[in-house]
């Protein structure tokens, strides 16, 4: 693990977070343990990937935290309609947060990066298809979903499952093909 830097070592949170959440809700009987999984597991995902596209579009430190708490606000006013107010219809904030990271993952895709740029589209583009996917699947849903066209919206949900299977191919690759540590004397 110390082969990596440590921009690479934070993306590699984000997969431990992810396998944690989907064994938790693949195993677990426990009533509300999924949700609770899921919540936290938005926290680490979105905190783990804005890291990374600040470090990757160099900006300065007091911004980067400024972003930082602002996505935990978002989190916890997301997590506050939840758990007290009972409004658990969708994920605002989270498609709020997600809408942020994909825009600064088009400035990272288009940032003249080294020879670096590579292995960070692996990262960066499949984050952008699953976002913007996400995102116009759930305004769908607010605006559009009744009994009749449930199936529909269960088979277009079915579809992040693909794109997860292709995120993740794309995640290895982009660790596989990662920058290395530099070495100093």
């Known amino acids: 693990m110390n082969r990596f830097q440590v921009v690479y070592k ?3 949170i984000h997969l431990f977070a992810g396998l944690i959440n989907e064994l938790v809700h693949n195993n677990s009987s426990i009533s509300g343990l999924g949700a609770i999984s899921s919540a936290i597991y938005y926290l680490i ?10 470090q990757w579009i160099d900006v300065e430190k ?20 939840k758990l007290i107010l009972k409004y658990a219809a969708f994920n605002w904030m989270y498609m709020f947060m997600l809408a942020i990271l994909v825009i600064l993952g088009i400035n990272v895709l288009t940032k003249n990066n080294n020879g670096n740029a590579f292995s960070r589209r692996f990262i960066v583009i499949p984050i952008i298809v699953y976002a913007i996917y996400w995102i116009a699947i759930n305004i769908l849903m607010a605006l559009l979903y009744n009994k009749h066209n449930q199936q529909l919206f269960i088979n277009l949900y079915s579809v992040i499952n693909l794109i997860n299977f292709l995120s993740y191919s794309s995640y290895s690759l982009a660790l596989i093909w990662a920058p290395k540590k530099e070495k100093y004397l």
């Open 62 to 81: 007091l911004k980067q935290n400024v972003y930082q708490v602002l996505f935990m606000l978002l989190w916890l006013i997301d997590l506050y309609l």
């Open 10 to 12: 934070v993306f590699l």
């Open 45 to 54: 995902e979105t905190q783990c990937f804005l890291y990374v596209f600040l």
